[in-house]
């Protein structure tokens, strides 16, 4: 059975802006926790984690700082660099795994997937999507 895809995800990686409002549409973001599953392709874990992220209901859009990362990464001895983070888990399936390893064969039968990853990058007049950005 395919799992539905859920959000769309945007990993932020500068620590200065904290994305009170959605870089993509101008609303407010509330604040959210999201139990997401990252795949480190390198040691083959699979890691859940119960994030506070930043989120725009508009958008579905989930924010999360690259920066809030790094202890984790540190503690698996990865960069962040390293993380794919792939969706988020159901809730209940979260309460069964919390704190716990979920195999990395059986991630992609539990988790969420994202709808699709984005970026965007600062630019003086304000925030594009980075695909924008690119045009020369
Ligand atoms: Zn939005």
Known sequence: MKIAEK????LN??????????????GKTKVKKFPL??????TKFVL???????YCPYCELIIAKK????????????KVDDFF?????????????????INPKDFHKMAIPFKDVWKFEV???????????DKK
């Open 7 to 10: 959000y769309y995800f945007f």
């Open 37 to 42: 599953v990252i795949f480190i392709e390198k």
């Open 85 to 101: 983070i792939y969706g988020t888990l159901p809730i209940e399936v979260y309460k069964q795994y919390e704190n716990k390893q």
């Open 13 to 26: 990686p500068y620590k200065e802006y904290a994305f009170t409002k959605c870089p993509k549409c101008d």
């Open 123 to 133: 630019q003086p007049a304000g925030w594009y999507p980075a695909t924008k950005s």
């Open 48 to 54: 859940n984690l119960n994030k506070t992220c930043k």
């Open 67 to 78: 920066e809030e990362f790094k202890p984790m990464a540190e503690a698996y001895d990865v």
